[in-house]
């Protein structure tokens, strides 16, 4: 591992301060940063530990929203009485990710800057990864591919982003809060990760030195009937081939308004808002979900292990529409 300093900030001015010097990184739970500076994947000059600031409350606010603070841990904001009864689908998301123990460890704003579990991105004695070395290609195009992109990928990079929370917050309109030397900035939540492009190294919009504080999350219609739906290898601690968050409200069995977001399949969690149109006005019936289904992967494209993913995940579309659509009122049934 390369030598680096650590210093400890003891409010967010000090932070914000630390955090704006070259090569400095914020740490909070340290679950995929410390692993990557291990593997040498990661290299900061500065560690600024930002565990000492007040930054983990989750609080109702007067418009009927939530803001969720980000050094709330991932189990503590699933288990919170706010999420469990407002956005039970954030509170699936988040206990479908990792194992009990990380998630007691790792932190909300982490979460939302996990880096890809490409093969090629972490093995650095391979040395073809345009994230990881920006100009050397992508080994994944013609190499095992079989966790990659199959929407929205560039020809310099087919990665996909392995958070679970954060496809359950683009389901849900989020915004991201965010700090720096000049000031507070808010963040729409499909504004906040980025489709690699030609600059696959960059996975957020964030700018230097700018600090995660919070996630707002607006009163949603959605708590009665939604659902996170994870397709995985195994049952336990496995990142998703395709996740669905799905969630609707309906009125006399007439779909009102809906959110599908996509994991697993992108650079970035993949909201699939033509398919959210073609549900709105309709009974939640076969029909309905399927033609969602077909027209979220429009587009896509597979690679030479991964087609299977086009067709899996508009199966998991269906299912997990058909779940949010009979959910009523289970909140306090989540396990």
């Given amino acids: 591992m390369q030598s680096f300093s650590y210093d400890r900030a003891t409010n967010l001015e000090q932070a914000i ?6 090569g400095a990184k914020f740490i909070g739970g340290g679950t995929n940063l410390l ?47 706010l999420i469990r009864q407002r ?8 206990l479908s990710g990792a194992s009990p123990q990380l998630r007691n460890m790792a932190t909300i704003g982490g979460n939302l800057m996990q880096r890809t579990r490409c093969y090629y991105f972490y093995d650095t004695a391979f040395d073809m990864c345009n994230k990881r070395i920006p100009g050397s290609g992508c080994g ?65 919009t964030l700018m230097p030195g700018e600090l995660i504080t919070g996630i707002y999350l607006p009163p949603s219609p959605f708590a009665m ?29 007439v779909v009102r308004s809906a959110r599908l977001a996509l994991g697993g399949v992108a650079h970035k969690p993949w909201r699939a808002i033509d398919a959210e149109q073609v549900l709105l006005g309709h009974p939640l019936d076969d029909n309905a979900r399927a033609n969602a289904a077909a027209i979220a992967v429009r587009g896509a494209h597979g690679y030479s292990e991964n087609n299977f993913k086009i067709a ?11 779940i949010a659509g009979q959910q009523a009122g289970q909140q306090g049934a989540i396990v």
């Fill in 87 to 94: 956005y039970p689908l954030l509170t699936q998301a988040l």
């Fill in 35 to 81: 692993d990557l500076m291990k593997g040498g994947v990661e290299r900061p000059l500065k560690i600024v530990d930002i565990t000492h600031l007040a930054m983990a409350d989750i609080v109702e606010l007067p418009d009927g929203g939530v803001r969720i603070g980000a050094l709330a841990r991932n189990s503590d904001t699933a288990n919170h009485p």
């Fill in 140 to 204: 994944a195009k013609e190499g095992h591919n079989r966790i990659h992109a199959i929407l929205g990928a560039s020809e310099q990079c087919i990665a996909v982003n392995p958070s679970d929370m954060s496809v359950a917050l683009a389901a849900l309109d989020a915004i991201v809060t965010v700090r720096s030397p000049q000031g507070e900035r808010r963040i729409p939540f499909d504004a906040f990760h980025r489709l690699p492009g030609n600059t696959p190294e960059l996975d957020t």
């Fill in 225 to 253: 009937h939604s659902h996170y739906l994870k397709i995985r290898d195994r049952a336990s601690y496995a990142f998703a081939l395709v996740s669905v968050a799905a969630a609707v409200e309906l009125r006399d069995g």
């Fill in 312 to 322: 899996l995940a508009q199966r998991a579309i269906i299912r997990a529409l058909h």
């Fill in 17 to 22: 301060k630390l955090g704006a010097q070259p």
